[in-house]
């Protein structure tokens, strides 16, 4: 079978050059189809919102007051729109990096209707720290963050104390910060970073069950076929 049109992709992101912040992705060439070309160009004036250094309420993205849940790396988008179809009661706001997985999840948003989906494309530390204000959030996802295997990289890890810090502060009292990982190292670092934090309460002793909402992807599911392990941690804000 042929595969579907693609082009090569060559668009820089928006990030100051000046910064000299470790960050946790590494900013890559990809291939961008013509799907998810046509689905930048119509949809992402409606549903992309321009990364700004100024915090301002999340309610305002939407048009109504909702709980909002902010998820960092959505990937190609699959988790994201399936949560968000199951809760159009809460507003999401999605922070992803690469141009083809918001192209892709824009058209997840347009096959099924989402209107409570809200995409960023940009740094999600920057974003945390300049666009969400204080204890506005109802919960944070961070599924399968790249998991820097390599001793030597492992500094570039998204889950560090400083980081938990600022997404907690972001978090109101009773909220949600909900890590899963495939990395068993990684996720005992998760464990250990989070605990750490005085602000932050374990729901389970240790990992966690995996809440019914976050739906098993098909990496996922082929990584248990082999035996591959998943975690899950989900701390409530105090």
């Given amino acids: 079978m042929n595969e579907p049109p693609s082009r090569d992709l060559g668009r820089t992101l928006p990030y100051d050059p000046t910064e000299r912040r470790i960050r946790s992705f590494v900013t890559r060439m990809g291939r961008l189809s013509d799907g998810q070309a046509r689905a930048l160009d119509t949809l992402a004036p409606r549903y992309c919102l321009p990364y700004e250094k100024s915090a301002t309420d999340p309610n305002r993205f939407f048009g109504r007051t909702a709980p909002t849940i902010l998820e960092i790396g959505t990937g190609m988008g699959e988790t994201t729109a399936h949560i968000a179809g199951l809760m159009p009661d809460k507003n999401f706001i999605g922070v992803e990096v690469h141009i083809p997985g918001i192209g892709s999840l824009l058209k997840l948003i347009d096959e099924h209707g989402l209107q409570n989906l809200r995409l960023i494309q940009h740094d999600a530390v920057e974003v945390v720290t ?97 035996g591959h392990g998943v975690w899950d941690l989900v701390f409530r804000r105090r």
């Avoid at 997404?167 to 909220?175: D, M, P, Q």
Wanted: aromatic letters at 10%.
């Fill in 130 to 226: 300049h666009m969400i204000p204080p204890a506005s959030l109802a919960g944070v996802h961070v599924f399968f963050p790249d998991p820097w295997h390599k001793a030597r990289h492992q500094k570039r890890r998204l889950i560090q104390a400083a980081f938990v810090q600022l997404l907690a502060s972001r978090i109101a009292v009773g909220g949600y910060l909900h890590c899963a990982t495939d990395w068993e190292d990684y996720a005992e670092q998760m464990l250990s970073v989070l605990s750490s934090e005085p602000s932050l309460i374990n729901t389970a002793e240790g990992y966690a069950e995996r809440p019914s909402y976050r739906p098993v992807t098909k990496f996922e599911r082929r990584g248990l076929r082999l």
